[in-house]
């Protein structure tokens, strides 16, 4: 338990701890929010190892969206002490998930390439198996970013190609779609493709 005394002693149990530094945080993000910076930075470097891992996630993507969405700045005003949230992401966000599974496409074998996995109605029944590009859209082009053209009449560009998600792993299963960390986005992203004979 962390202990905060002022006038008289106050238990503050780390899950109360947490949800108050996350609420400072949002509170500090919202456009027009007169906030002294250097204060704000100082805390929220002392308290961040004081924080549940749970806390950090969400206070990091807090950050990150508040970052996204400024750009380019809201009609409400610009987010306030931008420079600061930036570095501050880029000090305390957590390093890339590490796993344990083959990253491989389950059906060339090729290694270092963007893949993705089946999921609820795709070929694959139990979603375990991986594929490349080149094996799931032979007949496609799915860019640098790894997304893909649907045809009409959604016609929109997404990272889910003909049904299949992003396989982005950790540990030995792989992230949900909708709960990547920012690191492994960028991870996943930055892989190519294809290969280069494509």
């Keep these: 338990m962390?202990?905060?005394?002022?006038?008289?002693?106050?238990?503050v149990k780390a899950n109360d701890f947490g949800?108050?530094?996350?609420?400072?945080?949002?509170?500090?993000?919202?456009?027009?929010?007169?906030?002294?910076?250097?204060?704000?930075?100082?805390?929220?470097c002392e308290w961040w190892p004081k924080l549940l891992e749970y806390y950090q996630r969400h206070i990091i993507q807090d950050i990150e969206l508040?970052?996204?969405?400024?750009?380019p700045?809201?009609?409400?005003?610009?987010?306030?002490?931008?420079?600061?949230?930036?570095?501050?992401?880029?000090d305390f966000r957590p390093a890339?998930?590490?796993?344990?599974i083959d990253y491989c496409c389950g059906k060339c074998k090729t290694k270092n390439v963007k893949l993705w996995?089946?999921?609820?109605?795709?070929?694959?029944?139990?979603?375990n198996k991986l594929l490349c590009a080149t094996c799931l859209a032979p007949d496609d082009v799915v860019d640098d970013e790894g997304r893909w053209q649907e045809p009409p009449p959604h016609s929109m560009r997404t990272d889910q190609v003909k049904g299949w998600l992003p396989a982005v792993p950790v540990g030995d299963t792989y992230w949900g779609y909708s709960s990547v960390p920012s690191q492994d986005i960028e991870w996943w992203i930055a892989l190519p493709t294809y290969t280069k004979e494509k």
């Design 66 to 71: 508040a970052i996204m969405l400024d750009d």
């Design 19 to 44: 949800l108050l530094v996350e609420e400072l945080v949002r509170d500090s993000l919202r456009p027009k929010r007169n906030i002294d910076a250097n204060w704000l930075d100082g805390k929220l």
């Design 117 to 127: 996995r089946g999921v609820h109605g795709c070929p694959d029944d139990s979603g």
């Design 73 to 90: 700045p809201r009609p409400s005003g610009p987010l306030q002490h931008k420079e600061m949230w930036v570095r501050f992401v880029k």
């Design 2 to 11: 962390l202990k905060f005394v002022k006038d008289s002693e106050v238990v």
């Design 96 to 100: 890339r998930s590490t796993f344990t």
